[in-house]
């Protein structure tokens, strides 16, 4: 049994009244029944014993309200009812992280890109609502759980883009191309063979920076299509989660695009990382 059941059984409200209720009553009643059981020699009885003896204080409230919670837990009523809290506070506790991981990237991105997380972030927000205001059978649930985790990943995602970018020198190509214009006239130019074997090396090594800078547009240019197509996919989730149009379908999709997401997040980040450890190397 999961122990947050058994903690929402044990503080279930009509339980812990079931305690208070319990003790008070005890309490008023017992000290009546010690005296009323004593014997007309001054001694007491068993059962004014039993009324005086703290098992009856607090060991009777206490058995009183286990019985409750176990009844809790073996309702089906309040295990449909837990779940649903649950449910809901871990759809609440997914935007509210969205929301944190949101803010903070935010502040790092240009004007164009910070237009387009706060799109995204409303979308997301009216299908959370358009979910919690309305009907919650669990296809709804699902489909909402993957959108915000494909929310979640776009985040992410628009990071990744945000730092690759970053890095990409937009102006690096034109200037290497100049470079390798200049050196290669001062090597035709050049007497002494080792220098022009020296320069030769130096544009060999430009030729292949610039190589390696037009692969990485053209990563940067997948990744922002990729992240086009996750705005298109939110936009069109909210139409059917308010439109009550969520289907099977939908959600095999939904759960693809998330899983697609995630693996291209790993990947990047992976490529990255030995990019970077490859520049550490070449220094």
């Given at each position: 049994?999961?122990?947050?059941?058994?903690?929402?059984?044990?503080?279930?409200?009509?339980?812990?009244?079931?305690?208070?209720?319990?003790?008070?009553?005890?309490?008023?009643?017992?000290?009546?029944?010690?005296?009323?059981?004593?014997?007309?020699?001054?001694?007491?009885?068993?059962?004014?014993?039993?009324?005086?003896?703290?098992?009856?204080?607090y060991?009777?409230?206490?058995?009183?309200?286990?019985?409750?919670?176990?009844?809790?837990?073996?309702?089906?009523?309040?295990?449909?009812?837990?779940?649903?809290?649950?449910?809901?506070?871990?759809?609440?506790?997914?935007?509210?992280?969205?929301h944190?991981?949101?803010?903070?990237?935010?502040?790092?991105?240009?004007?164009?890109?910070?237009?387009?997380?706060?799109?995204?972030?409303?979308?997301?927000?009216?299908?959370?609502?358009?979910?919690?205001?309305?009907?919650?059978?669990?296809?709804?649930?699902?489909?909402?759980?993957?959108?915000?985790?494909?929310?979640?990943?776009?985040?992410?995602?628009?990071?990744?883009?945000?730092?690759?970018?970053?890095?990409?020198?937009?102006?690096?190509?034109?200037?290497?191309?100049?470079?390798?214009?200049?050196?290669?006239?001062?090597?035709?130019?050049?007497?002494?063979?080792?220098?022009a074997?020296?320069?030769?090396?130096?544009?060999?090594?430009d030729?292949?920076?610039?190589?390696?800078?037009?692969?990485?547009?053209?990563?940067?240019?997948?990744?922002?299509?990729?992240?086009?197509?996750?705005?298109?996919?939110?936009?069109?989730?909210?139409?059917?989660?308010?439109?009550n149009?969520?289907?099977?379908?939908i959600?095999?999709?939904?759960?693809?695009?998330?899983?697609?997401?995630?693996?291209?997040n790993?990947?990047?980040?992976?490529?990255?990382?030995?990019?970077?450890?490859?520049?550490?190397?070449?220094?």
């Open positions: 049994m999961k122990p947050g059941l058994i903690k929402g059984a044990m503080f279930l409200r009509r339980n812990i009244i079931a305690l208070i209720a319990s003790y008070g009553i005890l309490q008023y009643m017992l000290p009546r029944l010690f005296y009323a059981g004593l014997t007309a020699e001054g001694t007491a009885n068993a059962g004014a014993l039993l009324a005086a003896s703290p098992l009856a204080h060991g009777l409230p206490l058995i009183i309200y286990a019985a409750f919670v176990a009844q809790s837990l073996f309702s089906n009523d309040f295990r449909k009812n837990f779940e649903r809290r649950e449910m809901i506070n871990e759809i609440k506790k997914m935007s509210e992280e969205c944190v991981n949101a803010r903070n990237l935010k502040k790092k991105l240009e004007l164009n890109a910070q237009q387009r997380l706060t799109n995204m972030m409303q979308e997301t927000d009216e299908i959370v609502q358009s979910f919690l205001s309305g009907d919650k059978n669990p296809l709804k649930v699902r489909v909402v759980q993957q959108s915000l985790k494909l929310t979640a990943a776009y985040i992410k995602l628009a990071d990744m883009f945000r730092v690759r970018a970053f890095a990409s020198d937009g102006d690096k190509i034109s200037q290497l191309a100049r470079r390798i214009n200049s050196n290669a006239g001062n090597m035709n130019n050049a007497r002494d063979p080792a220098i074997n020296e320069i030769r090396r130096v544009i060999e090594a030729e292949r920076m610039i190589e390696s800078l037009k692969n990485e547009r053209l990563e940067l240019e997948r990744i922002d299509a990729r992240l086009q197509y996750m705005e298109s996919t939110i936009g069109m989730l909210k139409y059917n989660i308010i439109s149009l969520e289907s099977d379908d959600l095999n999709t939904l759960e693809n695009d998330v899983h697609e997401a995630s693996a291209l790993s990947v990047l980040a992976d490529r990255y990382d030995e990019r970077r450890e490859e520049s550490r190397m070449r220094l």
